[in-house]
């Protein structure tokens, strides 16, 4: 069983930038690999950025591609998200992801573990 916990998130205004932090208990994720994904009132839950086991290999979505950006630090259990750039379209709760296998990591279907959420507000 593993326990996601994000925090970080805020209100900003566009243009500002936001930490996102999650932070992993129950079990090591090192061999796994480890997402983002948001969700705005009304709309699906979306991907946003993964990041393999070692940290090697990151992926994402076009539209966050240049202003994001995602790391891990596997001995410390926690994968950040560093939000720049923000715009009022990127409202949404952003959530932590724990992904079985890097071929899926843009497949929301495919997340095993989920962390809570946490609220991002980009005020024009």
């Known amino acids: 069983q593993v326990r996601l916990v994000e925090s970080g998130g805020g209100l900003v205004q566009a243009g500002g930038s936001l930490r996102l932090s999650c932070a992993a208990s129950?079990?090591?994720?090192?061999?796994?690999?480890m997402g983002w994904f948001r969700q705005a009132p009304g709309k699906d839950r979306e991907f946003v950025a993964s990041i393999s086991w070692s940290g090697a290999l990151t992926d994402y979505a076009d539209s966050m591609r240049g202003r994001f950006t995602v790391a891990r630090d596997n001995a410390k259990n926690t994968m950040w998200l560093q939000l720049n750039s923000l715009k009022p379209e990127d409202t949404a709760v952003y959530y932590c992801a724990v992904i079985p296998n890097w071929i899926y990591r843009r497949e929301r279907i495919r997340v095993t573990y989920w962390g809570q959420g946490t609220q991002v507000t980009v005020s024009p």
């Open positions: 129950g079990r090591t994720l090192g061999s796994t690999a």
